[in-house]
């Protein structure tokens, strides 16, 4: 049933004509080039680019005519007037690339000549660069590549004339043309004198498609965050990597609460005091992902940071009172910091932000009117424990001995959201124990707050790098004992304690969630996805962190010029792309052109002839050859038809498969002629 079929599509393609054919390649690598963008684009530029080019296949099947100009000119100003309505401008990333987009497709509906095609061509090209402007990733580098490939064989189509080689021979010189040119990219990467840091998303001013936590923490947060199989971040260990049970990776401490969600209060200033080093010290190289916020992530808690070679120069660390890890500026991309952690699970008294028991104290106020069942059930607590600690585990045992579940799916909670989950639904993510956890607390009279992060984490054995993704993002809690300081409790490891000990990938029973680690891909196993994370992170540090201070330090270690400036590596790079153009210029002279199986059979006619002393003339074309053979051999209608199919079938407009046999069956009549006595 299959080869019917495959048949069907194979004399359907041969049957197009030729500038359908070419169209239509044009018009497939064209979708390919703007497919990416339907991801950041409205969903009406997507809806108006899909009519469109289904509009210009139709008329390319269909064979009609284009449309009118004035047609073309209204659905211009339409489009262009929605781009302005939608972006309030016609500047910038995205109304730019809204804007060429909608302008390739209108291109393709006036292509009537070469240039046309070559104008449709080069505004895709612009777009396959506007696609770096939104990922960087390898997987998207390789798509552009076969974009690239692509763009050019439709380029390279447009260039033949009369006849054409097969689709799959245009293709393939496609793909030759740009693995010509992959070297000499390489080099200019490798030289061209770098700006300091990235170029590709510098000064983008907008967060798009970039997810992590954020500066507040409600029921549902964390458990969106659970189905992302994005990246947070990846960490290189100085030694060997702690337990699992206490990569509690620090990020935000959250310490006012309205009643429905909670918020950061604490304002962000230094820390001046340094705690002292005791306990167990972790050195963590952290290469994080850009989210768009001011705050770093660290083991709990990090106690100071080191200076390191791989630093991003615009990272402007620092810690706050709340031992939170900060930066001065928002984390618009990818960057790398060395911090010291102390796993002790508490700050000394000396170095805390001391609370008080006062009213106006943050972290004992609740707000008022909301969750009366809690209050009053942390009142008779507060009766039966002799201290804060005490207070502390009655609440987890009461975790541990109610049915409470830990799940991403919680069911929905009213007005009193912790009386409904300590109380009713009993099944929540870690904000909801989190929170729960740090209300009872404060209605109890013990200071309390929420650090949210991330928890856990899988060591890469590739390259030996752990990962961190946003799956991995927790809330726990912190107490404050008066002998120890602050000391966090994790209520969720009462009721799952798997979460902690396995990480995000295990509930309380044991099983393996589906936070869509799964490759959906090719299904590869568990090998081939780490071969393939640790590539990732290759491409990251190598690739995409390429920045000045490595540029020169390679040419140092190839020259030995030690502080090298713009100008040598402009030198360097014009020697280098000389060279590189020289091999391949003397790779291709040394090529020799493939016979076609017409030409094979042409030479060794022009081998028996010279054989019996009429060899052919290097100006000699078919035609002259046959007419100063002739006299020679008078009656043969064999060495006429012979010359006369070969010149038609090569020089035609229209061969036909049948030929190559009947120059085989030619030939070897011809061979068994011989010239006229001289």
Known sequence: MVKPAQNSLRLWLTSLARDKADTLLLVLSCTLVLAPFSWHSPWWINLAAGWLILWRCWITLAGKTLPPKWLLTLISLVLLAGIYWHFETWLGKDAGIAFLLVLACLKMLEM?????????????????????????QLLSALYLLLCLCLLVSAQLTFQYHQTAPPLFKRVTSGFKIVGLAIPLALILFLLFPRIQGPLWGKSQGNAIGISGLSDSMEPGNMAELALSDQIAFRVNFHQAAPPAAQLYWRGVVLDKFDGHRWS??????????????????????????????RWLFALDRPSHLLPSSNQTAELTPYLTRYFELRNSTTI????????VSNLLNNVPETNADIPTRKSSDTNLLLPEGFNPLTLQWAGQLRHQANNPLQAANLVLQFFRTQPFRYTASPPPLGENQVDDFLFATQAGFCEHYASAFVIVMRAMGIPARVVTGYQGGEINPIDDLMTVRQADAHAWAEIWLSAKGWVRVDPTAAVAPNRVEHGSRFSSQGSLLNFGRQNWLLGLSSELQARWDATNSAWNLWALNYNLDKQKNLLTALSGIEHPQAAQLGVAMMAAASLVIGIISLFLLKRTAALSPADKLYARFCQHMARHGYPRLPYEGSQDYFRRLHPHFPRSKELEAF????????FGRHPSPGDLHNLKHLLNLCCQLKPLPV
């Open 264 to 293: 950061i209060n604490n304002p962000a200033t230094h820390l001046v005091t340094m705690p002292a080093e005791q306990g167990m010290q972790i050195t963590q190289e952290i290469i994080l992902e850009p989210h768009n916020q």
């Open 643 to 650: 010359l006369n199919l070969y010149t038609q079938h090569t």
């Open 112 to 136: 009537q000549a070469r240039r046309d095609a070559a104008a449709v061509v080069f505004v895709c090209y612009f777009l396959l660069a506007g696609q770096l402007l939104y990922s960087q």
């Open 332 to 339: 618009q991309e990818r960057i790398r910091y060395t911090v």
